[in-house]
């Protein structure tokens, strides 16, 4: 009677483990509410990895800005690479696909990026959190049950257009021609789309099929889908 009652027990906690299907695009996937340890690590790595590529992209954008400075574009200078600044929030949501990580992976990148010498000062941070809640209101639109293509570039567009908003009241944008404002919102989505979208969905997905995503929500997808696929292929045997 006493073991049978243990092995029910721990059947229950098995259970408790066992994480609730949720709808990711076209496949369904285990997801369990609240953080894993595996999951902070996730964050963190993101986070720190972003930090050197946010970092090297100020040094590329001040490179295009007096570049273009003599004819008379130079504000324009960052607004091409601005999408690479969204891709820590993009990447850590589509890959853990748990509300939150992206703010946090965004503040992380942001943090180290200040500290690595980062010449706009402590207001990155602020930015970080602004750019991370922009990715993230993608996915929020579909109350976080749809992880695909469409909340990135959704979230690309919320990031671009908010973050841009962000930065006409920190840097007086609003002082700018509008010919020049309209390009820069224009090339600051295309980038956000191309970078925090496009690119960011093309390395989650080749990672996942790498098998290196395995633990998170994504490579269980990415698992799911290959076995379907040897499904089929043994039926049309």
Known sequence: MEKNEKMAAA??????EVETPVKNGNADVKKKE??????ILMVAIVGVLF???????????????????????????????????????????YVIQKPGVGIVAELIASVLEVLMGNWFGPMVIL??????????????????K????????????????????????????????PNIIITMIVI?????????????????????????????ALGQTNRQDMDEEVEIGRADR
């Open 51 to 93: 930090s050197f590529v946010y970092l090297g992209m100020d040094y590329l954008g001040l490179f295009l800005t007096t570049a273009l400075t003599p004819s008379g574009w130079g504000a324009i200078g960052y607004e091409p690479i601005f999408g690479v600044w969204y891709m820590a929030a993009a990447f850590a949501v």
């Open 127 to 144: 930015s970080g959190l602004v750019q991370g809640f922009s990715i993230e209101l993608g996915f929020m639109v579909f109350r976080y």
């Open 188 to 216: 600051r989505w295309i980038s956000a789309l191309i970078f925090s979208g496009f690119i960011t969905k093309l390395l989650a997905d080749g990672l996942a099929k790498a098998g290196v995503l395995n633990a998170y």
């Open 34 to 39: 609240g953080w894993k340890l595996k999951d």
């Open 146 to 177: 749809k992880y695909d293509l469409k909340s990135l570039l959704l979230g690309a567009t919320f990031a671009a257009l908010i973050g841009y908003a962000w930065n006409t009241v920190r840097s007086q944008y609003y002082l700018l021609a």
């Open 11 to 16: 059947g229950s906690a098995a259970a408790d």
